[in-house]
């Protein structure tokens, strides 16, 4: 009898699944998929729910998570089954099993419950690994080479000064160990500074670049005493690592271990940086056996330490090399090390080790020259076509024993040398290590012989960060827009910060990163990139006082002001709009709050913000107390820009206290929030213009929200200030996030057109007219040109010309609002980007005869559709009247739009041409 019931329970368990209409995958844990390491005690899960083809109005119901340490143990989890809960939650769904320990793998699986109640499968296994969860987990020494102390290189004085003193050749550092058992697992847990490669019997380990990622890894007694003075007594020091398995690079007998070191930011003597010390290196790795016992390899002073090929290496100022003195064999065993010394050892930085739960840089792509030119010097000139940053690899190279060529990376601005000394032993391949150039061409010097196309690759690197997104139009220069900016963007994302320009600063400015966050969110799957951003700048803050520096990690040539600090605020709610993680204003609310704190001592009496903080001489400093920045003429007010800031963030940590349930203070920060509109309004609104001034002043009062006696006034200035500017914007980073999308909410969006689509300064068409790939710093010809902050407008596209975005009270796209503002000037538009429920996007087109949109809603969610149509009663659904199609409801009409509500599922909207 006993075993007839368990029968039928695996008939029904089947016959249920083999009924369900959705599907879990891509399964992450702390925003990644499968992640080598995480040191959160009880990780978040998350997964997506498919649904069959056509299938509309599904959502979960339930979920089960099992987890166990062995990928063979899930039929009978040993670490945690949920059992099945009854939940509409699919991320951020949080680990409740046993506690896991230092190491631990984790293989888990979930099934999910349709709205039917059907079970699905079980989805395809997914796995994390715990981390060294206690600081006495660490036996490892941090080690260097004897040839360097502990000090840092001197630091540059002064933008563009020479370096006269160059860093010693890269160390090389190896060990050799006996493996005599069969292996169960391997793993090693490894970090270096400022950066390394591991190498395990001759190998790389891994395909990571340029890691570990950048934090503040610990003290700089000088950083009062910069030019940009700041104490350093930030809330947080921190040093990453990450972990490998290597199980299949052992091998039994002998083996080899070993590293290079690069000087990375811990050891970069520019001036716009903060140097820590020199270069050191920390490396456990654990040996399980298949009878149960275990090694454990160490760095400490038994390792050995010798000069490397690569000469010298800095970020800033680039890499040489010469491979006469390469040591084949140094990573491999039984190689001849006696002329090595030991290794000494390193202090410990002052940042704690965190694991790197975070996208590395990796090689994201490789493109071939598009044109070689010999030139009247000998010279040969390789275009690549694009601007990238990255580097330039030499493949099967041959050339005579000693012959050096150079390598001059052609960008706007110096991005390094870097040089290459032949062995003269045969073909010989070669690309840089420890640094990044910016570069569309290069231009080689000293050349031997003919330069083959074969021979040249362009490596594009940065922090890997996944593509979610379509847009495209009927207009190529919009498209173009996009991508070019989209391009610059990544040539800033290194080391899991973005910088305002890949070559000259390289630095992480909170100012560009929370004017541009939003676009990023709409075009790439951005959550784990900004979850450890975010985390940094919390982790930067002034714990006593609430300053948000302009920059982090803390870079001591970081420029900037208010709206800098403001990343604090900002980017965290705005993270919580696109992503719907309600942890990410947990985690920073004080710190939102501390800024906001801050923010109010530079407040008058009339209410007005006005920072006038002071630098080492006692007084004002221009880079603490920015207003806007880049306009293409004059500048609105300082304190405007300050004004304008404290409302923002006031009203965001209004907002993320009421999503966190903190009644008391949302009402005091919504308080805040109008106290200091309508000091803005009582301020700079002129009553005899009727405006609050070009440059962005109307833009930043509408987006405020002006009186409503005020408003039509206020509207017609700002027409009024677009057709002087004939038609053109004419406002810096911050006015530009806002202007685009200003325009279309109040009756402007033909204007917001004309303004993205012009082809004269300033406007972004004008840089892709003088040749641009990627988007610049200023509206005229100075400057950089690979900066992305004026990318901040970009929104437009995507969540009023395409017309998707999220409301905030139901956020992370759950549900979805499609209201597209067509122009008579497109045939179509398309936009879609992977949501935390799956993707979603619509389509539209603008035909002579009829106007067609489509929607596509994931599981989970529902959408509110405006479709754009003088008469409703011509609207069909999928060929259908809308009354009569599933899963559509109609709601009313408003301003022009007939308003549906929807289910999940994809749906085909139709109505004659407007």
Same mark, same amino acid.
């Given at each position: 009898?006993?075993?007839?019931?368990?029968?039928?329970?695996?008939?029904?368990?089947?016959?249920?699944?083999?009924?369900?209409?959705?599907?879990?995958?891509?399964?992450?844990?702390?925003?990644?998929?499968?992640?080598?390491?995480?040191?959160?005690?009880?990780?978040?899960?998350?997964?997506?729910?498919?649904?069959?083809?056509?299938?509309?109005?599904?959502?979960?119901?339930?979920?089960?998570?099992?987890?166990?340490?062995?990928?063979?143990?899930?039929?009978?989890?040993?670490?945690?089954?949920?059992?099945?809960?009854?939940?509409?939650?699919?991320?951020?769904?949080?680990?409740?099993?046993?506690?896991?320990?230092?190491?631990?793998?984790?293989?888990?699986?979930?099934?999910?419950?349709?709205?039917?109640?059907?079970?699905?499968?079980?989805?395809?296994?997914?796995?994390?690994?715990?981390?060294?969860?206690?600081?006495?987990?660490?036996?490892?020494?941090?080690?260097?080479?004897?040839?360097?102390?502990?000090?840092?290189?001197?630091?540059?004085?002064?933008?563009?000064?020479?370096?006269?003193?160059?860093?010693?050749?890269?160390?090389?550092?190896?060990?050799?160990?006996?493996?005599?058992?069969?292996?169960?697992?391997?793993?090693?847990?490894?970090?270096?500074?400022?950066?390394?490669?591991?190498?395990?019997?001759?190998?790389?380990?891994?395909?990571?670049?340029?890691?570990?990622?950048?934090?503040?890894?610990?003290?700089?007694?000088?950083?009062?005493?910069?030019?940009?003075?700041?104490?350093?007594?930030?809330?947080?020091?921190?040093?990453?690592?990450?972990?490998?398995?290597?199980?299949?690079?052992?091998?039994?007998?002998?083996?080899?271990?070993?590293?290079? =070191?690069?000087?990375?930011?811990?050891?970069?003597?520019?001036?716009?940086?903060?140097?820590?010390?020199?270069?050191?290196?920390?490396?456990?790795?654990?040996?399980?056996?298949?009878?149960?016992?275990?090694?454990?390899?160490?760095?400490?002073?038994?390792?050995?330490?010798?000069?490397?090929?690569?000469?010298?290496?800095?970020?800033?100022?680039?890499?040489?090399?010469?491979?006469?003195?390469?040591?084949?064999?140094?990573?491999?065993?039984?190689?001849?090390?006696?002329?090595?010394?030991?290794?000494?050892?390193?202090?410990?930085?002052?940042?704690?080790?965190?694991?790197?739960?975070?996208?590395?840089?990796?090689?994201?792509?490789?493109?071939?020259?598009?044109?070689?030119?010999?030139?009247?010097?000998?010279?040969?000139?390789?275009?690549?076509?694009?601007?990238?940053?990255?580097?330039?690899?030499?493949?099967?190279?041959?050339?005579?024993?000693?012959?050096?060529?150079?390598?001059?990376?052609?960008?706007?601005?110096?991005?390094?040398?870097?040089?290459?000394?032949?062995?003269?032993?045969?073909?010989?391949?070669?690309?840089?290590?420890?640094?990044?150039?910016?570069?569309?061409?290069?231009?080689?010097?000293?050349?031997?012989?003919?330069?083959?196309?074969?021979?040249?690759?362009?490596?594009?690197?940065?922090?890997?960060?996944?593509?979610?997104?379509?847009?495209?139009?009927?207009?190529?220069?919009?498209?173009?827009?996009?991508?070019?900016?989209?391009?610059?963007?990544?040539?800033?994302?290194?080391?899991?910060?973005?910088?305002?320009?890949?070559?000259?600063?390289?630095?992480?400015?909170?100012?560009?990163?929370?004017?541009?966050?939003?676009?990023?969110?709409?075009?790439?799957?951005?959550?784990?990139?900004?979850?450890?951003?975010?985390?940094?700048?919390?982790?930067?803050?002034?714990?006593?006082?609430?300053?948000?520096?302009?920059?982090?990690?803390?870079?001591?040539?970081?420029?900037?002001?208010?709206?800098?600090?403001?990343?604090?605020?900002?980017?965290?709610?705005?993270?919580?709009?696109?992503?719907?993680?309600?942890?990410?204003?947990?985690?920073?609310?004080?710190?939102?709050?501390?800024?906001?704190?801050?923010?109010?001592?530079?407040?008058?009496?009339?209410?007005?913000?006005?920072?006038?903080?002071?630098?080492?001489?006692?007084?004002? =400093?221009?880079?603490?107390?920015?207003?806007?920045?880049?306009?293409?003429?004059?500048?609105?007010?300082?304190?405007?820009?300050?004004?304008?800031?404290?409302?923002?963030?006031?009203?965001?940590?209004?907002?993320?206290?009421?999503?966190?349930?903190?009644?008391?203070?949302?009402?005091?920060?919504?308080?805040?929030?109008?106290?200091?509109?309508?000091?803005?309004?009582?301020?700079?609104?002129?009553?005899?213009?009727?405006?609050?001034?070009?440059?962005?002043?109307?833009?930043?009062?509408?987006?405020?929200?002006?009186?409503?006696?005020?408003?039509?006034?206020?509207?017609?200035?700002?027409?009024?200030?677009?057709?002087?500017?004939?038609?053109?914007?004419?406002?810096?980073?911050?006015?530009?996030?806002?202007?685009?999308?200003?325009?279309?909410?109040?009756?402007?969006?033909?204007?917001?057109?004309?303004?993205?689509?012009?082809?004269?300064?300033?406007?972004?068409?004008?840089?892709?007219?003088?040749?641009?790939?990627?988007?610049?710093?200023?509206?005229?010809?100075?400057?950089?040109?690979?900066?992305?902050?004026?990318?901040?407008?970009?929104?437009?596209?995507?969540?009023?010309?395409?017309?998707?975005?999220?409301?905030?009270?139901?956020?992370?796209?759950?549900?979805?609002?499609?209201?597209?503002?067509?122009?008579?000037?497109?045939?179509?538009?398309?936009?879609?980007?992977?949501?935390?429920?799956?993707?979603?996007?619509?389509?539209?087109?603008?035909?002579?005869?009829?106007?067609?949109?489509?929607?596509?809603?994931?599981?989970?969610?529902?959408?509110?559709?405006?479709?754009?149509?003088?008469?409703?009663?011509?609207?069909?659904?999928?060929?259908?009247?809308?009354?009569?199609?599933?899963?559509?409801?109609?709601?009313?009409?408003?301003?022009?739009?007939?308003?549906?509500?929807?289910?999940?599922?994809?749906?085909?909207?139709?109505?004659?041409?407007?």
């Amino acid at each position: 009898m006993k075993n007839l019931i368990i029968l039928l329970a695996v008939l029904i368990a089947i016959s249920s699944c083999s009924k369900s209409k959705i599907t879990p995958v891509k399964l992450s844990c702390e925003y990644l998929e499968n992640p080598a390491i995480v040191d959160v005690v009880k990780p978040r899960l998350a997964w997506i729910n498919v649904a069959n083809k056509g299938d509309r109005g599904q959502f979960q119901t339930a979920y089960q998570v099992r987890v166990a340490s062995a990928k063979n143990k899930l039929s009978d989890p040993n670490l945690w089954d949920s059992d099945k809960v009854e939940s509409v939650k699919s991320f951020r769904v949080e680990y409740n099993g046993k506690k896991l320990e230092s190491r631990q793998e984790c293989w888990w699986q979930v099934r999910t419950w349709d709205k039917e109640g059907n079970v699905s499968k079980w989805s395809e296994p997914g796995f994390w690994r715990m981390g060294l969860l206690d600081n006495s987990d660490w036996q490892a020494h941090w080690i260097g080479a004897p040839w360097q102390g502990e000090e840092a290189m001197p630091k540059l004085r002064y933008p563009g000064a020479p370096l006269t003193d160059f860093p010693p050749p890269a160390p090389l550092m190896r060990k050799e160990f006996s493996v005599n058992k069969k292996v169960e697992k391997a793993v090693v847990f490894v970090t270096g500074l400022g950066y390394f490669e591991l190498y395990l019997n001759g190998k790389k380990v891994g395909n990571d670049e340029l890691v570990p990622n950048q934090t503040n890894y610990g003290k700089r007694p000088n950083l009062p005493n910069e030019n940009i003075p700041l104490p350093d007594n930030f809330r947080k020091y921190k040093v990453m690592y990450l972990a490998y398995d290597v199980k299949d690079q052992l091998q039994q007998g002998n083996n080899a271990i070993g590293s290079i =070191l690069g000087n990375g930011f811990y050891n970069a003597p520019m001036y716009w940086t903060g140097s820590y010390g020199s270069p050191r290196f920390l490396c456990q790795l654990y040996i399980t056996y298949s009878d149960g016992t275990e090694d454990i390899i160490v760095s400490d002073p038994s390792w050995k330490a010798s000069e490397s090929a690569i000469i010298s290496d800095l970020v800033y100022q680039g890499e040489h090399y010469d491979a006469r003195k390469e040591q084949p064999g140094w990573c491999t065993p039984g190689f001849d090390d006696s002329g090595w010394e030991p290794v000494v050892l390193r202090k410990a930085p002052e940042g704690e080790l965190v694991a790197q739960t975070a996208h590395s840089d990796k090689v994201t792509k490789k493109i071939a020259p598009v044109n070689i030119k010999k030139l009247e010097n000998g010279n040969f000139l390789v275009d690549f076509g694009v601007e990238i940053s990255g580097r330039l690899r030499l493949n099967n190279v041959e050339g005579s024993a000693g012959h050096k060529i150079e390598i001059k990376y052609n960008s706007n601005l110096y991005s390094g040398d870097n040089s290459y000394i032949f062995k003269g032993e045969g073909p010989e391949s070669y690309a840089s290590r420890f640094n990044w150039f910016v570069f569309s061409s290069v231009e080689i010097s000293n050349w031997q012989g003919e330069l083959k196309p074969e021979q040249l690759t362009a490596e594009a690197i940065n922090t890997e960060i996944e593509n979610t997104a379509v847009f495209e139009t009927s207009n190529p220069l919009f498209n173009e827009i996009n991508q070019i900016w989209k391009r610059s963007q990544l040539d800033n994302m290194h080391g899991g910060i973005a910088s305002d320009c890949p070559h000259r600063e390289r630095s992480p400015y909170t100012g560009d990163g929370q004017v541009a966050c939003v676009t990023v969110m709409h075009n790439f799957d951005a959550k784990n990139f900004y979850h450890k951003w975010i985390q940094d700048i919390y982790d930067a803050q002034n714990p006593e006082t609430g300053y948000v520096p302009n920059g982090a990690p803390w870079q001591p040539g970081c420029g900037g002001g208010v709206a800098w600090g403001a990343a604090m605020c900002i980017m965290p709610w705005e993270f919580y709009l696109q992503y719907g993680a309600k942890d990410i204003l947990e985690d920073n609310y004080e710190g939102m709050k501390g800024y906001v704190n801050y923010m109010q001592t530079w407040v008058d009496e009339d209410g007005i913000m006005f920072s006038q903080r002071t630098g080492l001489d006692g007084k004002v =400093l221009k880079w603490f107390n920015l207003g806007e920045w880049c306009t293409p003429g004059e500048q609105v007010p300082d304190e405007m820009v300050h004004t304008f800031f404290l409302w923002r963030c006031a009203d965001f940590t209004a907002k993320a206290a009421k999503a966190l349930g903190k009644e008391n203070e949302a009402k005091e920060y919504t308080a805040l929030a109008e106290k200091t509109r309508q000091a803005f309004m009582k301020k700079y609104y002129d009553e005899e213009k009727g405006s609050y001034g070009n440059h962005g002043g109307n833009i930043f009062a509408l987006k405020m929200g002006v009186p409503a006696e005020q408003y039509d006034q206020v509207v017609a200035a700002l027409k009024a200030d677009i057709k002087a500017a004939d038609g053109h914007l004419d406002t810096g980073i911050f006015g530009t996030q806002f202007f685009f999308e200003v325009l279309a909410e109040n009756g402007l969006q033909k204007e917001a057109y004309e303004a993205m689509n012009k082809k004269t300064e300033p406007s972004i068409g004008r840089w892709i007219e003088l040749g641009s790939t990627t988007t610049r710093e200023q509206w005229d010809e100075s400057g950089s040109f690979n900066h992305p902050m004026f990318g901040g407008g970009l929104t437009w596209f995507y969540r009023k010309l395409a017309g998707m975005q999220t409301n905030q009270e139901q956020p992370g796209y759950k549900h979805i609002i499609f209201r597209p503002q067509p122009v008579k000037d497109l045939d179509f538009v398309t936009y879609s980007n992977l949501t935390p429920y799956g993707e979603a996007g619509i389509h539209w087109e603008n035909g002579t005869q009829s106007f067609s949109m489509d929607v596509t809603v994931p599981v989970g969610s529902h959408a509110t559709v405006y479709v754009p149509a003088k008469n409703t009663d011509l609207i069909t659904e999928s060929g259908k009247q809308t009354e009569s199609a599933v899963g559509v409801k109609f709601l009313n009409t408003e301003n022009g739009y007939a308003v549906f509500e929807v289910e999940s599922g994809k749906y085909h909207f139709e109505t004659v041409a407007m």
